[in-house]
């Protein structure tokens, strides 16, 4: 009889976590003949002069700016501009190198974005297929394939909603029928302590925390060539939103690499103590 494998995820922001800066600087920013500190400033005037979620405001500013300088904006076009997202290093292999392991420990271990960028460029990237879902913000579009209205939009807050979802195996973002039902943690598809969560910034403290509270582990990831970020990263660790802090380099033998390793062990010899 087969063994039983032992249920894991590991969800990642995407901005700062798995690529360097934001999604949208890359080659969507550039395309409207703009500078990335002019867009994300005409952002921060939009929020506060309507009170607007910021996500909200950077998602309507896109299809603003975008309609002012003649760009496209169908799915295929947002699609495109997320082929050239730079990815740290190890990213591409990384997948496959962690999975791999975690067979060895008789874990299925599967994978979640759970972002405030746009998720139709997530699609755009050469790793998209290594996860399960990706809970990131993003459009609707109408007749003519045109994207018209956020269909999505991920913020601090409402990212720990997906770890919920994860949690209790209730992935479509339409369906709230088991999200919001009362499910013994015993029968939940994925233990929260068997859940990494990794991701940057201040946009991820509520998830890091909450699966660091409820006995799951959250890595605090930085740019090694930024400054100051390796700082703001390890008082993550200090202030117990993180259970560790590394640079941002999943290449086989990095720090990433090593604990994830280590956590997937723990998850295994956890099992085995309770017979599973």
Known sequence: MPKK???MAIAYDFDGTLAPGNM???DFIPALNMMSKEFWRSVNEIAQQHEM?????????????????DIRVHKKDFKDFGKNIALFPGVSDWFKRINAYART??????????SSGIREMVEGTPIYKEFRKVYASGFMFDHNGVACWPALAVNYTTKTQYLFRINKGSLDVHDNSVINKFVPKDQRPVPFENMIFIGDGETDIPCMRLVKDQGGNSIAVYNSNKRGVRKHAQQLVTDGRATL????????????????????????????VRGA
């Open 105 to 114: 420990k008789s874990v299925r271990l599967e994978h979640f974005i759970i």
């Open 245 to 272: 802090a590394a640079p941002a380099d999943f290449q086989e033998g990095s720090t990433i690499d090593a604990c994830v390793k280590a956590i997937i062990d723990k998850v295994e010899a956890a099992a085995r």
């Open 24 to 26: 949208q600087e890359y």
């Open 5 to 7: 494998l032992i249920p």
């Open 53 to 69: 979620d910021q996500i909200l405001a950077y998602m309507w500013a896109m299809l603003r700016q975008a309609d002012k300088a």
